[in-house]
């Protein structure tokens, strides 16, 4: 039974941080192009992850990409949030 209780614990917890991550894309704008599981206006996050899997540099690319507006259309936030949301995004499975 306790075992039980630690699952679902976990559980709740891990949900909640999903929650979290899809407010933090959906306030900065990133759902309104791109879906998790397909293709909207641009790539859904399941590619985005995919592409740039073992890449140890993408999330600074990326972050760099959304604050200078270069090859993405520049997305304003602090660069912790900027670094969440991509941080986000690249563990879309």
């Known amino acids: 039974m306790r075992l039980a209780i630690v699952i ?22 990133c759902l309104n192009c791109h879906e998790a599981d397909k293709k909207k206006v641009g790539p859904s996050l399941k590619d985005i992850a995919a592409k740039y899997k073992g890449n140890k540099d993408a999330e600074s690319m990326l972050v760099g990409k959304l604050k200078e507006g270069k090859g993405h259309p520049k997305v304003a936030g602090t660069d912790d949030e900027l670094k969440a949301c991509v941080k986000d995004v690249l563990a879309t499975k």
């Open 8 to 29: 679902l614990g976990a559980a709740a917890i891990l949900g909640t941080g999903a929650v979290q991550a899809q407010d933090a894309l959906k306030a900065k704008g």
